[in-house]
Each structure stands twice: as structure tokens, then as C-alpha cells.
């Protein structure tokens, strides 16, 4: 199983990105998705994450109203919308799959997850 991350790049301060990541090697139809992020010489947190069905979503407080996580199941492909960015976003992000997860629950540990992506790097001027 491979996540491929893309989309990450150097964006002024009320920018917009939009990350995508592409999963290969299984389907991940029925399992939760989720999006990670890493700063330097911070431990990796929580961005958001969305149910198999898309019909559940949860997000990080400082993100929530700005990100927005999607996902096209035929493609095995996860999104993740990223408005007004701030400096403060700047991290590396990783998506994330967690097999089979149900419809309801939303896992927002990392262990929780089975397998990862290789990050891409968001970078937010001031």
C-alpha cells in the first residue's frame, strides 16, 4: 500500500492550496481518511479526517471554517482544501488511511492509522 501526498508549495499568508494524495495498492472505499501535519521540532497533529461515505467529517480547531477534506472513492484519492492560510500552517502534511473504519467513528491519533503517506511541505509566508 502506497499514499502519495502532492500539492504542497510556498503560498503568501491568505492563500490557498489544495493537497491530494492517491492511494495505491488496495481500495480504500470503507476506510477513514485523514490529513496530518508536522512542523519542525513539533510532534505531528491532527489537520482533519473524513468517514468512508463522506458524510462525517471532523477538523482541528485552528483549521476548522478554513480547511476542507473531500474524497472521490473511485479515484482512491483524498483532498484537502486549504484557505486563508496563515504562517502558523506551515508543516509538512501527511495523509493517512485507517482500514475500515465504519461510518461514525473519527480516529485523530496517529496510531490509530494504518498507513501513511511521505508528507508534502506547505510553506506559508507572512
Known amino acids: 500500500v502506497q499514499l502519495q501526498a502532492y500539492g504542497g508549495g510556498l503560498v503568501q499568508a491568505g492563500g490557498s492550496l489544495r493537497l491530494s494524495c492517491i492511494v495505491s495498492?488496495?481500495?480504500?472505499?470503507?476506510?477513514?481518511l485523514g490529513w496530518f501535519r508536522q512542523a519542525p521540532g513539533k510532534e505531528r497533529e491532527f489537520v482533519a479526517a473524513?468517514?468512508?461515505?463522506?458524510?462525517?467529517?471532523e477538523y482541528e480547531d485552528s483549521v476548522k471554517d478554513r480547511f476542507t477534506i473531500s474524497r472521490d472513492n473511485d479515484k482512491n484519492m483524498v483532498y484537502l482544501q486549504m484557505n486563508s492560510l496563515k504562517p502558523e500552517d506551515t508543516a509538512v502534511y501527511f495523509c493517512?488511511?485507517?482500514?475500515?473504519?465504519?461510518?461514525?467513528?473519527?480516529?485523530?491519533?496517529?496510531?490509530?492509522?494504518?498507513?501513511w503517506g511521505q508528507g508534502t511541505q506547505v510553506t506559508v509566508s507572512s
Open positions: 493517512a488511511t485507517r482500514y475500515s473504519a465504519g461510518d461514525y467513528y473519527i480516529a485523530t491519533s496517529a496510531i490509530e492509522y494504518n498507513y
Open positions: 495498492g488496495r481500495s480504500v472505499r470503507f476506510d477513514l
Open positions: 473524513i468517514t468512508w461515505s463522506g458524510t462525517r467529517t
